[in-house]
């Protein structure tokens, strides 16, 4: 995207490391994510692979057992005057942070509703927290604008609804009444982490589309966290693919989904469910993510990748750059590899998936 687009957050370098009673666990290793106003920025990878934990430093909302060992993140807001400002939010203590940063500025979406909902207080109250915390806004105001987020979600009888309790409402409206709370400080970034995964597959494209449409409404930044590939498609400007704590592909979403150049994306992309596909059974990755406690030599991808070379045993690989925009951590990418096609089953269903987004005219 172009440069005149101002940056919001970047993340550079990024290390952190968990202290356990098994031992230190090196959870991300070098991560580097630039992320522009009103862009979308997906990052996807298995369970484990450092998605979260990258997003909870951003937030600075990590486990008092994380140290980070390395690497800044900036993050660039406008004051009520409009003087621009840019913090590293590794270098600000949690009470600043909290003051600041946390749901005034950037609000975080997280996978279970019912884990981020407190059961003992009306969800009216939950939404008017925020505003009147971080603003100091009247009660009456507040309630107003908690009534009109209500709406904005897509919420029936918004008046009622401020009366209730999280368990009085469904796992759907309690997904949008998160939003809503994300939303009521007029954050400038909005994560999404997991934001459908506990919920069913009609529910979860309705989520997506009210995410898009206030992202759209209001020009708020995104990232989604998720290991769909099929939900990022509909969303994201760019995707980040995360394996062991490292960023191992990273580009435009028609790079990524349509032109992916590592075996680890082919995997991912494979393992999506397709109906046209001729095989009975649905595709996974081989094998396991790495176990971080021990730090291995070469890339943590090879013990899975069926094609590793020699040197991915021993040395990681750099991120080779294939356009602008794209680029890819894996030794296949070196001049002096052997010539490697992803497989010709994802070859195909890629093809026929871009023929199809062209014929409804909806192309990523």
Not at 285 to 314: M, Q, T, W
């Amino acid at each position: 995207m172009s440069e005149e687009k101002e940056k919001i957050l970047q993340i550079k370098d990024l290390d952190i490391t968990f202290h356990t009673t098994a031992g230190d666990v090196h959870a991300i290793r070098g991560v580097n994510i630039d992320l522009h106003r009103g862009e979308t920025v997906a990052i996807v990878g298995e369970s484990g692979s450092g998605k979260s934990v990258t997003m909870k430093a951003a937030m600075g909302i990590l486990a008092s057992n994380a140290t980070v060992s390395n690497g800044t993140i900036e993050f660039s807001y406008h004051h009520a005057d409009g003087s621009p400002e840019t913090v590293d939010i590794l270098q600000k203590d949690k009470k600043w942070i909290r003051r600041h940063i946390n749901g005034k500025r950037i609000a975080m979406v997280f996978q279970d509703p019912m884990t981020s909902l407190d059961p003992t207080m009306t969800i009216g109250k939950q939404i008017m927290e925020g505003m009147i915390w971080h603003f100091k806004t009247p009660k009456k105001e507040a309630w107003d604008k908690a009534v009109s987020l209500l709406r904005e979600v897509g919420i029936e009888e918004p008046e009622k609804r401020m009366k209730n309790y999280p368990h009085q409402l469904s796992g759907g409206m309690r997904q949008r009444v998160v939003i809503a709370i994300a939303l009521s400080c007029n954050p400038d970034l909005l994560i999404c982490d997991e934001p459908t995964t506990a919920l069913d597959v009609t529910i979860q494209a309705k989520i997506i589309e009210l995410i898009r449409r206030i992202q759209k409404e209001r020009g708020i930044s995104v990232i989604y966290i998720t290991h769909d590939l099929g939900v990022v498609a509909k969303v994201a400007d760019y995707i980040h693919v995360m394996y062991a704590g490292k960023i191992v592909e990273k580009g435009t979403i028609n790079e990524v989904f349509y032109d992916p150049r590592h075996p680890y994306t082919w995997g991912l992309l494979s393992a999506m469910p397709d109906l046209d596909t001729a095989d009975e059974r649905l595709y996974t990755i081989p094998g396991s993510p790495p176990n971080l406690l021990h730090e291995k030599c070469g890339d943590a991808f090879a013990p899975r990748n069926r094609y590793a070379l020699e040197v991915d045993y021993k040395a990681e690989p750099p991120m080779f750059r294939i356009t602008d925009t794209h680029y890819a951590a894996t030794w296949l990418l070196d001049e002096r590899a052997p010539k490697v096609e992803m497989p010709k089953e994802l070859r195909e269903r890629l093809d026929r998936m871009k023929k199809e987004a062209k014929n409804n005219g909806s192309e990523l």
